[in-house]
């Protein structure tokens, strides 16, 4: 009712600094907009589109319709390297959380040398993964390595760790829930010192136990961080592969391998760019699919407020 | 001297105009090279490209160093792919398939400069996988067979004669078994033989089919023959090894930190490329010995290692400088001494002339083992999609050796995926 | 009985964090030790830098050093101006399509440069900036969660402060100038460290779009710097390792609480 008399000057007014806004906003934008489309957006097309394609050695690209899906679909490597993936992220991200848990509620306590302890829980953190990898070779190199030796000033045998399939995985999970532990400790840590004290205050005048007061009041209210920290840590499990190149290269027989690194290899190594295309479309395709996962049911609540 | 200088300029200009370039600007050429940088490897190859550079001013090389040979070939055609390759790289001499579907390189002999006589210099067995369709592709530089290592002192110890290696394939099962040594909790202390299976695992199989009298692949490079009954014999006589006789250690065995074993008496004896010689030589503590690998029905090695390869963007000029320097390099004393610093095989029968090559051997004749073994060596495995075709037959080699498959169910796996590739080339 | 349970959970809270110090611990070891004591543990080994020096020497890796500061004084400088610009024109300004190109930027948390390699290594040879360090930077220089993390604290700008110096006549850009940016630097910090951190570490990206020794930087150069297999051993290995974690370790154990405190803005958001 009131804008119909509005005269036609102010609107007129009003669409010129919508105008300016939006120029002004989209200037702003830029150069943001300009460098997702040319390195996010736009390699994703490019990558479904490339899928969809054959690129033979001679350079020549020609359509070939799901003839990549087929033959990724019937390669032993691919379903290898994709469970080896889910058992990978199986086991890092529950373990690491657990501890992070852990250590958090150990460093927020008035315990004797905390700063001490948040020091050594995140030391890992922030060293690269490749430093990282190389020590811990060293760590699990057959008879000499730190780990053999110390088995064997306890009576045990040694062991080829990273060459026996049945242990290499376990080895670089714990290497990796030794680096990543310490990052997740630090978000359940900013949660724990939201929970206000009145709360513990209270419950010990209720006569609660420490445990019973954790699992009732502690937990649910670290809820949606443990959520929060499973949902990176998920995603992380299928980005982490540096340490691939140092320790396994995969092996032995892929039993260590997984899809990043293994889309690396087929690029990079086997030079086809057709076939790790389509490997790619495979893991945007699980990204993805965390990721929608967390916006429907997770963000709901605290969706961009 | 000042007459000297000046003869110099002259030649020296003579060379530019012979080279076609017309100006006075020095050639650059960028070369790749599998080696890890900060080996003493990388230092040889710098102090060569420097004593090049002094006497060819024209010239400069720039030596690109990117890893293994693995690293090195992606590197090659990744930057390939991007528009910026080498102008001359050493890679896999197996890579040559895959190079020439890339269309990556030219032959060699059709580049003036390389004469018929330089390219009959070599031992042919060198050669061998560099010619394909009658031309001749690559020049053989750092090349290897692969040769048994043995602890002499460890040979005492067991009541063995360190003068005489194991020749056959059974006899290194019973002196391995000699070899083991066990500590009082009875863990092993020492094994028998350790022949490596990560990286390079294609290479030893071979080595041992061979010695069973089995090729594992055709002239063309299509066509693999990798579940062939002695092939599968070959990898069971491995498997055996481990699992079997106890002489070596079960899963697999890392090829990079094999020497270290060696070196440290974790192994009386092991499979390596002559490669390793002079890094053995120089780290042992104890008297080693080299032997050519034991017999099956025959003696027998593939032959290893990296050739040159000019690349087809590179210049004319550029090409002609290349082939310019790949003859500086092999030429026999470069050779000798090359072979020397490292163990690598020199490349020509006339560099094992020089003086002194005939010295070094007198006093370390161990260096002429891997070179007496070209005899009964084989060209090694190169097929198309040689990179992949390496990974799966590791993984065959690697899946059978850990026990997670038996070695004709791996080689039968490895024959039907190679086939899935290699049938584009058919 | 509570104060046990408080002495058997301290003891066990040090015994987990000296078992995550040990790798640490252990490296530091064998760098500064002769390598004859790499695998053997006896106090009275004489400590050397010669693992330092040979390492030093035997690879670039004074080089490898300048690149990779290189590359994370530039990429940290252009995520800053690219994500402030961003995130100031998504929490102050209303303009066609916003929420659609708010949630285009959001893709990039989910699906980050890292796992479009080989796409991205097109694009990057497409530009002709192979084996560059701009070329490492590139595919970062717009951060999402630059973005996200800055436009949350814009939002939170109480919006007196904008119109006290609309009203002193400050431009658009004087205000994100005078007003947001100083308001932010507790964000910026806590983004420059973690950012700063993830690219000093970065290693897949960096080891595809790199050849020479003028380009790599410290990650890369380590992982191609001597194997066993060509003779360089393990205590050199470990004083590379050491050198190329130094500093970001020094600058952690130095602002450690800044750290701390940084990772634990970031994350909350």
Not at chain 1, 219 to 243: E, G, H, R
Not at chain 2, 361 to 372: E, I
Not at chain 3, 138 to 160: C, D, H, M, W
Request: hydrophobic share 50%; glycine share 6%; net charge neutral.
């Amino acid at each position: 009712m009131v804008s119909a008399v509005m005269s036609a000057v102010e609107s007129k007014a009003i669409r010129r600094r919508n105008w300016q806004t939006n120029i002004n906003a989209w200037l702003l934008l830029l150069p943001a907009v300009v460098l997702l489309a040319a390195f996010t957006h736009y390699p994703i097309l490019s990558t479904i589109y490339h899928s969809f394609h054959s690129l033979s050695r001679g350079g020549t690209s020609e359509f070939v319709g799901l003839e990549n899906y087929t033959f990724m679909l019937e390669d032993d490597v691919f379903w290898q390297v994709l469970r080896n993936n889910i058992i990978f992220a199986l086991a890092t991200v529950p373990t690491s959380i657990g501890l992070a848990l852990l250590m958090a509620v150990w460093v927020d306590k008035k315990m004797a040398g905390r700063s001490f302890l948040r020091l050594a829980f995140f030391t890992p953190t922030v060293l690269p993964m490749i430093a990282v990898a190389n020590i811990w070779l060293f760590f699990y190199t057959p008879g000499y390595g730190l780990l053999d030796q110390f088995l064997k000033s306890l009576g045990f045998s040694g062991h080829n760790w990273l060459g026996d399939p049945s242990t290499v995985m376990s080895c670089l999970a714990v290497m990796v829930v030794w680096k990543e532990a310490g990052f997740f400790m630090i978000f359940y840590l900013a949660a724990l010192q939201t929970i206000p004290p009145e709360l513990k205050e209270a419950a010990q005048v209720e006569g609660a136990s420490r445990w019973y007061f954790f699992r009732r009041v502690t937990l649910p209210l670290l809820m949606p961080t443990t959520l929060f920290i499973s949902i990176n840590a998920l995603i992380n499990s299928f980005k982490l592969v540096d340490q691939l190149v140092i320790m396994t290269k995969g092996g032995p027989n892929n039993a260590s391998s997984l899809l990043l690194y293994y889309i690396y290899e087929v690029a990079f190594t086997f030079q086809d760019t057709a076939f790790a295309a389509t490997l790619t479309v495979t893991l945007i395709a699980i990204l993805a699919g965390v990721a929608l996962t967390k916006f429907v049911y997770l963000d709901r609540r605290i969706h961009y407020q | 001297m000042k007459f000297k200088t000046k003869a110099l300029l002259t030649a020296g200009f003579m060379t530019l105009a012979s080279l076609g370039a017309g100006t006075a600007q020095a050639v650059d050429l960028t070369m790749y090279y599998p080696v890890a940088v900060g080996g003493p490897v990388t230092k040889v190859i710098d102090d060569m490209v420097q004593q090049f550079h002094k006497e060819n001013p024209d010239i400069k090389v720039e030596s690109v160093y990117a890893g293994n040979y693995t690293d090195t070939m992606t590197k090659a055609m990744t930057a390939m792919k991007g528009g910026q390759p080498p102008q001359l790289s050493v890679l896999f001499s197996t890579d040559l398939f895959t190079l020439m579907d890339e269309k990556a390189i030219v032959p060699i002999d059709e580049i003036p400069g390389a004469d018929k006589e330089w390219l009959n210099s070599f031992y042919p067995a060198f050669m061998e996988n560099g010619r394909v369709e009658g031309k001749t592709w690559s020049i053989p530089f750092q090349r290897s067979t692969i040769v048994l290592y043995y602890n002499k002192d460890a040979f005492k110890e067991a009541g063995l004669d360190p003068e005489k290696p194991p020749t056959t394939w059974a006899e290194m099962a019973e002196m391995s078994k000699k070899l083991v040594k066990k500590d009082a909790s009875g863990n092993v202390s020492r094994w028998g033989v350790e022949i490596p299976s990560t990286g390079y695992g294609y290479w030893m199989l071979q080595a041992l089919a061979i010695e069973n009298g089995q090729k594992l692949m055709n002239e063309a490079g299509n066509q693999v023959s990798f579940n062939a009954p002695k092939t599968v014999e070959a990898l069971q006589y491995w498997v055996d090894l481990a699992a079997k006789e106890g002489v070596m250690p079960k899963g697999a065995v890392e090829w990079g930190t094999l020497r270290t074993d060696f070196l440290e008496g974790k192994t009386a004896m092991m499979w390596h490329t002559t490669g390793n010689l002079t890094a053995v030589k120089e780290a042992a503590k104890f008297n080693f010995g080299v032997a050519m690998l034991p017999a099956k029905e025959r003696r027998g090695s593939p032959t290893g290692g990296g050739n040159f390869y000019v690349f087809k963007s590179a210049s004319p000029e550029q090409q002609q400088a290349a082939v310019k320097f790949i003859k500086w390099m092999t030429a026999p004393e470069r050779a000798a001494d090359w072979s020397i610093k490292t163990g690598y095989v020199a490349v020509t029968p006339a560099a094992y002339e020089t003086e002194v090559m005939k010295n070094y051997v007198k006093d370390f004749p161990q260096a002429l083992v891997a070179r007496d073994q070209l005899e009964h060596a084989v060209a090694e495995l190169s097929v198309h999609e040689n990179g992949r075709i390496y990974k799966i037959m590791n993984d065959a080699i690697q899946s059978a050796l850990t026990g997670a498959q038996t070695p004709q169910e791996a080689l039968d796996g490895a024959q039907k995926q190679s086939e899935r590739f290699l049938s584009r080339y058919k | 009985m509570r104060q046990k349970d408080h002495s058997v959970e301290t003891i066990a809270a040090w015994a987990l964090a000296l078992l995550w110090l040990l790798p640490l611990a252990y490296s530091l070891w064998s760098a500064f030790h002769p390598s004859e004591y790499a695998t053997r543990f006896d106090l009275t080994a004489p400590l050397t830098l010669d693992n330092f020096v040979r390492a030093w020497n035997q690879a670039p890796f004074a080089r490898y050093y300048l690149n990779t500061l290189m590359l994370v004084t530039m990429v940290l400088a252009c995520q800053l101006v690219i994500a402030t610009l961003a995130a100031y024109a998504f929490a102050r300004f209303k303009f066609f399509g916003r929420d659609v190109l708010f949630a285009l930027v959001l893709v990039q948390l989910m699906i980050m440069p890292d796992v479009l390699i080989v796409e991205n290594y097109r694009v990057i040879s497409g530009l002709n900036l192979l084996d560059t360090i701009p070329a490492i930077g590139l595919p970062y220089f717009a951060s999402a969660f630059g973005i996200f993390l800055l436009r949350q604290t814009f939002k939170g700008v109480p919006n007196e402060l904008v119109e006290a110096a609309r009203v002193e006549g400050a431009s658009s850009f004087g205000v994100l100038w005078r007003v947001f940016v100083p308001l932010g630097k507790t964000t910026y910090i806590a983004f420059g460290l973690v950012s700063v951190s993830y690219h000093w570490n970065n290693f897949l990206w960096p080891l595809i779009v790199t050849n020479s020794v003028e380009s790599r930087p410290l990650t890369v150069g380590l992982a191609v710097f001597g194997a066993p297999e060509t003779g360089v051993d393990w205590s050199v290995i470990t004083a590379a390792t050491v050198m190329t974690m130094a500093p970001l370790l020094l600058a952690f154990l130095l602002f450690q609480k800044q750290f701390v405190q940084s990772f634990m803005r970031a994350g909350i958001r």
